[in-house]
T-cell receptor
Framework: GESVGLHLPTLSVQEGDNSIINCAYS??????FIWYKQESGKGPQFIID?????DKRQGQRVTVLLNKTVKHLSLQIAATQPGDSAVYFC???????????FGKGTRLHILP | GAGVSQSPRYKVAKRGQDVALRCDPI?????LFWYQQALGQGPEFLTY????????KSGLPSDRFFAERPEGSVSTLKIQRTQQEDSAVYLC????????????FGPGTRLTVL
């Protein structure tokens, strides 16, 4: 069936470096994509979203890139901080659906 | 508080018991969602309400799972005759209006079935 997946289950990054978390999606009908951050014991927290008519969107220290040709989504975090340690999920949906499909998640580990 | 709240935060049930999980969405949010999150996995959609109407329950794993939102605000997810495979974190989320509005998640209820 349709699915959203991630390339790496765990990513270790030096504090202060940039982090890049990747995600592949398979539903070509998806037109809205979201990145969530989930800290231990908490619910997912919205980070940034992007619609299929865009290929890049920037927030505060975060950038999401969308490549529809290869069905690839990435989250870039600039100047990674200890507070960025969490599991990051990409998710997809479309205007024709009423559910969000989450990927399995990537754990971001910050090295001191 | 301003966020989505869920209770209880932790629930331990013996196999065969019924449980009820509560979600208080953000005031004024029309849409409410329930998700199930197994350990090490992403949340999986269970059901969706728009006001008091349950518009999609296709994600409910069996007829032992039942959700309601009778007054279009607080929602309850009920699981009857719990099984060990029901052990998971149950997340509730609400959004202002339609699906593509930002969904705000509660902290979840961790259910452990012994």
């Amino acid at each position: 069936g349709e699915s959203v997946g991630l390339h790496l289950p765990t990513l270790s990054v030096q504090e202060g470096d940039n982090s890049i978390i990747n995600c592949a999606y398979s539903n070509s009908a998806s037109d809205y994509f979201i990145w969530y951050k989930q800290e231990s014991g908490k619910g997912p927290q919205f980070i940034i979203d992007i619609r299929s008519n865009m290929d890049k969107r920037q927030g505060q220290r975060v950038t999401v890139l969308l490549n529809k040709t290869v069905k690839h989504l990435s989250l870039q975090i600039a100047a990674t901080q200890p507070g960025d340690s969490a599991v990051y999920f990409c998710a997809e949906t479309s205007n024709r659906d009423d559910k969000i499909i989450f990927g399995k998640g990537t754990r971001l580990h910050i090295l001191p | 508080g301003a966020g989505v709240s869920q209770s209880p935060r932790y629930k331990v049930a013996k196999r065969g018991q019924d449980v009820a999980l509560r979600c208080d969405p953000i005031s004024g949010h029309v849409s409410l969602f329930w998700y199930q999150q197994a350990l090490g996995q992403g949340p999986e959609f269970l059901t969706y309400f728009q006001n008091e109407a349950q518009l999609d329950k296709s994600g409910l794993p069996s007829d032992r799972f039942f959700a309601e939102r009778p007054e279009g605000s607080v929602s309850t997810l009920k699981i009857q005759r719990t099984q060990q495979e029901d052990s998971a974190v149950y997340l509730c989320a609400s959004s202002l209006n339609v699906l593509t509005d930002t969904q705000y998640f509660g902290p979840g209820t961790r259910l452990t079935v012994l």
